[in-house]
């Protein structure tokens, strides 16, 4: 279903991009791609978020080249997270299997140099704001899964500002069970349900610019 709705709405897309360039393509696509799969997460998660605060235009392809740099600059710094590029944004999926513990909240040691990693990345694009998200699979009881993807989804909100990032750009959001990205159906997509996911977006500021043609 999911592939079907991608390839769908990507096929909607295409047939008007003949008079685009290949960054405007890229970055109308992507846009098209984080709404399809957008629309099968719960509404309001990271995917609807990013699909929700395109631009679009001009502006929204200068926006895009400067998510593209990031986006790679993550990749390469966090090779053990899950990178992507989504509409105007970026897409940033960590395994709760590495960050904690079961069952806990407290970021594992041998985890804390990835994190710090990123975090570093982040600090260069002070232009953007980050979204926290924490997930759980459907293992457990409703309540004890939503206080733990609270309590992760802090846990990294923290660390960031521990490392310099301002609180002003960081928003921390937790659904428990609620959102699943995969049927909790397999122990294999359990372990992709359980995760920390980070939205990056651009701020007020870099919007401004992208629409002065100055960014």
């Known amino acids: 279903m999911k592939n079907f ?55 929204g392809n200068l926006i895009g080249k400067k998510m593209d740099a990031q986006a790679k600059e993550l990749t390469q710094a966090v090779p053990t997270a899950q990178v992507e590029r989504v509409g105007e944004g970026i897409n940033m999926t960590f395994e709760s299997g590495l960050m904690f513990k079961i069952n806990s909240a407290d970021i594992n040691e041998s985890y804390k140099d990835d994190l710090a990693s990123a975090t570093a ?30 309590k992760r989804a802090k846990a990294v909100g923290d660390f960031l500002k521990s490392k310099g990032i301002a609180a002003s750009r960081i928003t921390e959001k937790w659904y428990g069970e609620a959102q699943p990205k995969y049927p909790n159906d ?16 651009a701020n007020d500021e870099m919007k401004q610019k992208a629409n002065e043609g100055k960014l």
Request: a neutral charge.
């Open 5 to 59: 709705i991608f390839v769908f709405v990507s096929v909607l897309v295409l047939a008007g991009c003949s008079s685009m360039n290949k960054q405007q393509k890229g970055t109308a696509i992507g846009a098209a791609g984080g709404a399809a799969l957008g629309a099968l997460v719960t509404k309001g998660s990271v995917w609807g978020i990013l699909a929700g605060a395109a631009i679009g235009g001009a502006a």
């Open 121 to 150: 990345v982040f600090a260069k694009y002070p232009e953007t704001n980050l979204i926290i998200e924490g997930h759980t699979d459907d293992t457990g009881k409703d309540e004890f899964n939503m206080a733990l993807s609270e």
């Open 186 to 201: 397999t122990e294999e997509n359990r372990v992709k349900n359980r995760r920390v996911e980070i939205a990056v977006i």
